[in-house]
C-alpha cells in the first residue's frame, strides 16, 4: 500500500482487494524515539491509521515494521487491528523471543524480516524453538521505498530457506512485478509484496493474477 493515495487509503484497500489481493502489505516506518535513530530514511504510517482502516476492511493487514524497537509498537498493533506483525532482525537479537510471544499473545502472526547486507543464517534461530516466527520477509531492496530495482543475489537466500524450511511463507519484497516474479517464485518465494508495479499499471489485477499465476506454477514444478 506504499504505493496507494494515503489520502483515500480506505478506498485503495477495497480497490486491491477486487483487483484479488489476497493481503494488504502496510509499510511502517516511524520511529518515535528518536534517540535510537531513524531505521530508514522515511515516515510513513503508524498504528492509528492502521486502526481507522481496519473499520474500512476486514482484509489480512500484513504489516511490515521499519523500526528500531519494534518491542514498544506491539500492542498498539495488535489492538489497532494488525493481522501480521514482522519485524526486522537487525533490531531484535537480544529480545526477539519476548517479541515472538507478545505478538502472537495480541492475536497476531509473527514475522521476521532481514536486510540485504544481512545473512539468512541470522534468522535461523527464529526459525526453531517452541515459539518460532511464522513468517520469513526476504527483502530485495534496501528498506525506506517503494520503487526501487529487484535484487535477484537475495534469491540464494530464498533458495536457503526454502530447501531447509518447505513449508514457511518466505515473502519477498521489493522489486517485483512481472519482470521479476519467475526468478522469485523459482527460488520458492510464496508471499509476494508487490507496490508501483501493482499501482503502476493500467491494469492492477491482471500483474496480480500474473504474480499468482507464477507462484502457483513454480509450487507444482517443485
Ligand atoms: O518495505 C518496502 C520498502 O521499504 C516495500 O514494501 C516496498 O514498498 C515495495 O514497493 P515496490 O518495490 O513493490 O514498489
Ligand atoms: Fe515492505
Redesign the pocket.
Known amino acids: 500500500m506504499?504505493?496507494s493515495d494515503f489520502a483515500n487509503l480506505a478506498s485503495e484497500a477495497e480497490r486491491m482487494v477486487s483487483f484479488g489481493a489476497d493481503w494488504l502489505?502496510m509499510?511502517i516506518m516511524i520511529d518515535v524515539n528518536m534517540q535510537d535513530g531513524h531505521f530508514?530514511p522515511n515516515l510513513t504510517i503508524g498504528a492509528p491509521v492502521i486502526e481507522s482502516l481496519r473499520k474500512h476492511t476486514k482484509a489480512y493487514l500484513d504489516c511490515?515494521l521499519?523500526v528500531t524497537n519494534p518491542l514498544d509498537y506491539v500492542d498498539q498493533f495488535g489492538k489497532a487491528g494488525a493481522s501480521g506483525f514482522t519485524f526486522h532482525v537487525e533490531v531484535s537479537k537480544d529480545n526477539w523471543q519476548e517479541l515472538v510471544k507478545k505478538i502472537k499473545s495480541n492475536g497476531m502472526r509473527p514475522g521476521v524480516a532481514l536486510k540485504p547486507g544481512t545473512p539468512i543464517e541470522e534468522v535461523f534461530p527464529l526459525l526453531e524453538g517452541e515459539n518460532p516466527v511464522e513468517m520469513v520477509l526476504v527483502?530485495t531492496?534496501e528498506?525506506?521505498?517503494?520503487?526501487?530495482k529487484f535484487m535477484p543475489d537475495m534469491m540464494n537466500k530464498v533458495r536457503t530457506l526454502r530447501e531447509k524450511y518447505p513449508t514457511l511463507d518466505i515473502e519477498v519484497?521489493?522489486?517485483?512485478g512481472p519482470s521479476t516474479i519467475d526468478t522469485a517464485a523459482a527460488a520458492g518465494a510464496n508471499c509476494i509484496?508487490?507496490?508501483?508495479?501493482v499501482f503502476g499499471a493500467p491494469e492492477s489485477a491482471q500483474v496480480i493474477s500474473l504474480l499468482r499465476t507464477s507462484v502457483n506454477k513454480a509450487q507444482k514444478t517443485c
Open positions: 506504499l504505493s502489505h509499510d530508514v511490515h521499519m527483502m531492496v528498506p525506506g521505498f517503494g520503487g526501487q519484497d521489493g522489486g517485483l509484496v508487490a507496490g508501483s508495479s
